[in-house]
């Protein structure tokens, strides 16, 4: 530093003797042997080539001038010492934000061990991996470029002057550098507040979910207060009206053979009505069992009619068994047990339409409607259950001496499967002990 001063300075007077000579030159001795050089005014029209006569006459010469050179070296040190209080400015300023850079770091590894720590219920949600990887290459590129300009500043503190070009493109860089990292802040803040709005969202859906699920649960045991089991219950229509009803929740599919079994109990006189009808768009007679006035029991397909030779109305319970196939329209008639009846040509090759609806106790003129109060079924009926195939005898009659129960595949009785309207009601029943004590 004092090498550069000096040699700034003894140019400085250099050119100040030129100016102070009038435009005359100093030479220096020709003869003289050593590096260094002295310059001296020269009068003016003296000879420029000859030699200077002595030393005494150089600093007799000089003397005028030294309060000014003195003031012009104070100036230069002046100068020196303010560009190194910038210097040391501007590296309180790199340092700063080095420390702004940490944080942010700091701040980026917190967010992700919260975010990893959120309890999603299983399910988490989608990691910001990119974004973060993207930010902490940026960082890293910040830093490099950070000392990049430390070392070029360093290496500028050994110069005399530090220009205000340099000073300025400093603070534009720093400023831009600055800028870039709140911006990738920001831009980490936003993809937190999505993760945070998914991760509710999904939250709010598994809830949903949990709140149908308890509702099915508390339905169940409502069910099962009220019945043993959800099969051991009857619907009673005590009444012939055409207001009086139960209704299956449950449709049909497409079939080509069935069987329905059921327990009855009736004493009504002429006829126990409809059990049970089917109906789908276009037919309301797809499927019906009906008892009718002083007619035998008749079971319709596609409005097709078959007798069967059941009995029923004595006031006790009974098993009723009835199947039939697409197959040549064949069909079995089983009462406790019992195969009492076959036939066929039932409406032989036609499907059973899917679909429809099941009510229990009236025949449909439309679908779901349309009731007849001389048709309506008076009694009671229970562990109504359907198939789409045709049991082995064994099977009906393991139900009807109550040594098996097997529930429909297609319809199944169970409390929660049947609405009832009306009037109609349901009560708890066992009924191979009420049977036997029908007995």
């Not at 009492?340 to 439309?366: F, S």
């Amino acid at each position: 530093m004092i090498t550069t001063t000096t040699t700034l300075a003894l140019g400085l007077l250099y050119v100040y003797a030129l100016l102070g000579s009038g435009g005359r030159v100093a030479r220096a001795d020709p003869e003289a042997k050593g590096s260094r050089f002295v310059c001296t005014a020269v009068p003016p029209g003296a000879d420029i080539s000859c030699p200077v006569e002595s030393t005494s006459n150089r600093v007799q010469s000089a003397s005028p001038h030294e309060d000014e050179f003195r003031s012009t070296i104070i100036q230069l040190r002046e100068t020196v010492l303010q560009q190194k209080e910038t210097i040391v400015s501007q590296q309180g300023t790199i340092k700063e934000l080095n420390a702004k850079l940490s944080r942010c770091e700091a701040a980026r590894a917190g967010a992700r061990r919260k975010e990893y720590g959120k309890n999603t219920m299983g399910d988490l949600p989608r990691d910001p991996t990119e974004t973060i990887e993207q930010l902490g290459k940026t960082m890293q590129t910040l830093k490099d470029r950070l000392e990049n300009l430390e070392q070029q500043q360093r290496a500028n503190v050994s110069g005399a002057a530090f220009p205000s070009e340099l000073r300025d493109l400093l603070k534009r860089r720093l400023s831009d550098l600055e800028s870039q990292l709140l911006r990738r802040v920001s831009e980490l803040e936003d993809e937190k507040s999505q993760l945070y709005n998914e991760t509710a969202a999904h939250r709010q859906r598994t809830e949903n979910t949990l709140n149908s699920l308890l509702e099915r649960i508390t339905e169940l045991e409502r069910s099962n207060s009220a019945f043993k089991s959800p099969e051991d219950f009857k619907i009673s229509l005590p009444l012939r009206t055409n207001y009086l009803y139960g209704r299956i929740k449950k449709s049909l599919p497409e079939m080509y053979a069935f069987t329905v079994c059921m327990w009855l109990k009736s004493s009504a006189s002429p006829g126990i009505g409809t059990p049970f009808s089917y109906g789908v768009p276009g037919q309301a007679n797809e499927i019906v069992l009906i008892e009718w006035g002083n007619n035998p029991i008749e079971l319709l397909v596609n409005d097709k009619v078959a007798q069967l030779p059941l009995s029923v109305s004595d006031g006790r319970w009974h098993h009723i068994c009835i199947t039939w196939t697409t197959r040549d329209g064949f069909w079995e008639a089983y009462q406790d047990g019992e195969r009492l009846g076959t036939g066929e040509n039932l409406a032989p090759w036609h499907p059973i339409k899917p679909g429809g609806v099941i009510i229990l106790g009236q025949e449909q003129d439309i679908v779901g409607g349309r009731f007849d109060a001389t048709q309506a079924f008076v009694g009671e009926l229970s562990h109504f259950n359907m198939w789409d195939r045709v049991l082995r005898p064994i099977d009906i009659s393991g139900m009807a001496n109550c040594s098996a129960y097997m529930p429909g595949n297609v319809v199944p009785w169970v409390d929660g499967n049947i609405e009832v309207f009306g009037g109609a009601t349901k009560a708890a029943l066992e009924i191979c002990e009420d049977r036997l004590f029908d007995s």
